[in-house]
């Protein structure tokens, strides 16, 4: 029994000595060929850098225009306290005819916030732990509009 392992080991490592030991050389496309020239012409150096950047932006566009007095407030309230995961963000709807402010927050059950544009609270739309947070306002995700990022915590 302990013949057909050591062999069987013995061979796997004469296998990966074998295949370390080959050159392996990578070419771009963008190196010249060896030989002079392939079929056509050769590929030529970039001339710039890259101009495609798929890194997430570190900061986010917020629309900061004409934000309450009570929602600057409260978003040096989120700075002062330590950071949450997921990020606390702060979205602008219109819903029932009015300006509304709905704000995430954290993870795990906590309620999330839909505040009017006086910043009085009209209900948790979600979250609680059913999840549908607590039943003032169950018609808001079928009824809001005009979605607009307002703040998120960059931290």
Known sequence: MRLPLFVAAASLA???STACNRGVSVNTPTDPPVSGSV???DTPNPTSANTTDLRASA???FDTTARPKWLADRIQYHLAEPKQNPAVQITRYSYKGQVVYYETLGCCDQFSNLYNQQGKM???PEGGLTG???GQCPDFDKNKTGETLVWRDPR
């Open 39 to 41: 079929n056509g012409n």
């Open 14 to 16: 004469a296998l990966l």
């Open 59 to 61: 900061t986010a566009a």
């Open 122 to 124: 009209l209900c948790h």
């Open 132 to 134: 549908r947070g607590d």
